[in-house]
């Protein structure tokens, strides 16, 4: 079955620390992004990529980096400089010219700073 | 800086009766509009979609487009205990395939 798959699903980083969020796409999407949801808000855009080997910034790229080596996967870095880290991580993905077709999401990283 | 805003609610109906969710846009040349639902600590699922004005039936489900008031709602039918979740109402223009989400409103349907 196509889909996106998201790993870890919790994620536990301590001060100081980077990780990386992993997100893989069989459904042959173009576009793939990352959102941040904090409790009881909608969600913030941090990074996209329409094809391979390009990305722009969203509305909250500071403290993260991004990575589009291979059209099926988009994994998320999250390093020391993202002083409020913890949070839902959701990866999406389209068609490239998506806004005709929603997004498909993965299930989701939770992460905490410990 | 393009806005989607809901009422984040929560909206509370009896079990069986209509729910309406409403979202405004501030983006004029927004093309299209999407409705997600989500449950607690899930990620967002895709419920309804519409590009036009006017109204789209799915099941239980009516979207409503009105492009000249910049405002889409999501009309649920005979409301169940399991629509109880956050409804996202997404707007989307251009071509970067981008997506501008609300904060969401929450439907609790009480039996």
């Known amino acids: 079955d196509g889909g996106i798959t998201q790993s870890p699903k919790y994620l536990f980083r301590k001060e100081g620390q980077n990780v990386t969020l992993s997100c893989e796409q069989n459904l042959n999407h173009d576009a793939m992004y990352w959102y941040r949801q904090d409790p009881g808000q909608g969600l913030r855009l941090i990074y996209y990529s329409q094809i391979v080997n390009d990305f722009q910034k969203g509305d909250i790229a500071e403290g993260y980096s991004v990575s589009r080596e291979k059209k099926e996967s988009f994994p998320l870095t999250v390093t020391s400089a993202q002083k409020n880290p913890t949070a839902f991580y959701l990866c999406a993905s389209t068609f490239r010219e998506g806004t005709n077709y929603g997004y498909t999401f993965g299930s989701g990283t939770r992460l905490t700073v410990v | 800086q393009k806005e989607v805003e809901q009422n984040s609610g929560p909206l509370s109906v009896p079990e069986g009766a209509i729910a309406s969710l409403n979202c405004t846009y501030s983006?004029?040349?927004?093309?299209?509009f999407f409705w997600y639902r989500q449950y607690s600590g899930k990620s967002p699922e895709l419920i309804m979609s519409i590009y036009s004005n006017g109204d789209k039936e799915d099941g239980r489900f009516t979207a409503q487009l009105n492009k000249a008031s910049q405002y889409v709602s999501l009309l649920i039918r005979d409301s169940q205990p399991s629509d109880s979740a956050t409804y996202l109402c997404a707007v989307g223009s251009g071509n970067t395939g981008k997506l501008i989400f609300g904060q969401g409103t929450t439907l609790q349907v009480k039996p």
């Open positions: 983006d004029r040349g927004s093309q299209s």
